[in-house]
């Protein structure tokens, strides 16, 4: 979606990336332009309003990808860390503990390929979908151009937690499929980008979850955040295309080739959605 949107802001409850475990309670610290917040409705989610022009990305139809709204929340950092490999169908989530969290090409070498900031430049904590441990280091999916980026982080500079639950979007079939523990739990109808400007494939993750301030808009009630960017639109009021999953207000064209990157679901689907999944959640996103 392409266009400035106004939002107000209030922090409720951030939870723990494994839903199973207790959620913590949060404060809000500073706020910025580029990206928003985790944090949805039931299941101890973080409920988000905010005052702030933002963007969410490439995504509601007929317009270009806008800033993601600011949010106000405060990093993980005391989600449990787990001592051994995820189970199957678990999935490892990295939450940043320090206020910038370095990343390196390989865990052999000492010399940094970049820096991120936590929380990010509109508060929000900065978590990574974690792809594999090794020694004292994680290799994490990285929020960054090009898609399917992948850095090392050392384990020290974050603390783990685990959701079970996993998304696949098949473009071909308009479907997005939410497992938990490795099994199908929903099956729901989306609308992709359209030829022009086309949905990414690849691996990606949740890193955010806003709450419009109009819900009859083109973002419907919530809007997730994603890891990944659009191919095509790679700027627009000096923020990046990134493409985020939402709700809409034309459910007629869900199931169809329709937006101008993002993932668009009904908003009942959505609402459902952010009360299952959290932030950190993998997305796998056919070619």
């Known amino acids: 979606m392409v266009s400035t949107m ?19 309670r949060t404060r809000p610290r500073g706020t910025g332009r580029h990206r928003c917040a985790c944090g949805p409705l039931a299941a101890g989610l973080l409920a988000v309003e905010m005052i702030a022009v933002g963007m969410l990305s490439a995504c509601a139809g007929g317009d270009p990808p806008a800033p ?15 001592t051994a490999a ?13 206020p910038e969290i370095t990343w390196y090409a390989d865990p052999n070498q000492d010399t940094a390929r970049g820096r991120l900031a936590n929380p990010n430049e509109q508060g929000a904590p900065l978590v990574f979908a974690v792809v594999r441990r090794w020694a ?9 151009r090009p898609n399917g980026s992948r850095g090392w982080l050392r ?4 603390r783990l937690s685990e959701t079970p639950y996993a998304l696949r979007v098949d473009r071909a079939a308009h479907r997005l499929t939410v497992l938990r523990d490795g099994a199908v739990l929903a099956r729901l109808p989306v609308g992709i980008g359209t030829g022009t ?19 009859a808009g083109p973002w419907g009630p919530l809007a997730f955040g994603l890891s990944g960017f659009s191919d095509v639109i790679t700027s627009f009021n ?25 993932v668009r679901l009904r ?12 932030v950190g959640t993998p997305v796998a996103i056919s070619p």
């Open 6 to 24: 106004a939002t107000r802001r209030t922090a409720v409850h951030l939870p723990d990336a494994d839903p199973d475990r207790a959620t913590r």
């Open 68 to 82: 993601r709204p600011p949010t106000t929340t405060t990093p993980a950092a005391h989600a449990p860390r787990p």
């Open 86 to 98: 995820p189970a199957a169908g678990r999935h490892l989530v990295a939450w940043a503990v320090n």
């Open 136 to 144: 004292d280091w994680l290799q994490v999916l990285l929020p960054v």
């Open 155 to 158: 384990a020290a500079d974050v």
């Open 197 to 215: 400007t086309p949905t990414p494939s690849g691996e990606f993750y949740l890193t955010e979850l806003l709450r419009p301030s109009d819900p």
């Open 238 to 262: 000096g923020a990046d295309g990134i493409i985020g999953l939402h709700g809409t207000n034309r459910p007629d064209l869900v199931g169809t080739d329709a937006s101008l990157g993002c």
């Open 267 to 278: 908003n009942e689907d959505i609402i459902k959605l952010a009360g299952m999944v959290p």
